[in-house]
């Protein structure tokens, strides 16, 4: 019901920025949250950042607050994720997610990913 594609990844020189654009198509309004993650390699998944996509509401990766900022075009059903001053830790392929669970809970569609790879 949801799709989403992710773009904006690439290759970025440590401290620099990227942004991420995730585009979602179907029942984008049955989504509760919108959310970012990402997987480095030999790690887990791990959860970057989401939105309420009614209100705008944020909440953030306690490491990552600061330097990261998910956002939403309504008009355009889209999210982004702004990535400042990036370092090498930050390299991974990061998802986009629909958290369609009433209330928030469980993300139930994902994109297919975007690689970001931050060079020292």
């Known amino acids: 019901q949801v799709q989403l594609v992710e773009s904006g990844g690439g290759l970025v020189q440590a401290g620099g920025s990227l942004r991420l654009s995730c585009a979602a198509s179907?029942?984008?309004?049955?989504?509760?949250?919108m959310g970012w993650f990402r997987q480095a390699p030999g790690k887990e998944r791990e959860f970057v950042a989401r939105?309420?996509?009614?209100?705008?509401?944020?909440d953030y990766a306690a490491s990552l607050k600061g330097r990261f900022t998910i956002s939403r075009d309504t008009a355009k059903n889209t999210v982004y994720l702004q990535m400042n001053s990036l370092k090498p830790e930050d390299t991974a392929v990061y998802y986009c997610a629909a958290d369609t669970t009433p209330g928030g809970g469980g993300y139930n569609y994902w994109g297919q990913g975007t690689q970001v790879t931050v060079s020292s």
């Open positions: 939105i309420r996509w009614s209100g705008g509401s944020t």
């Open positions: 179907g029942r984008t309004f049955s989504s509760y949250y």
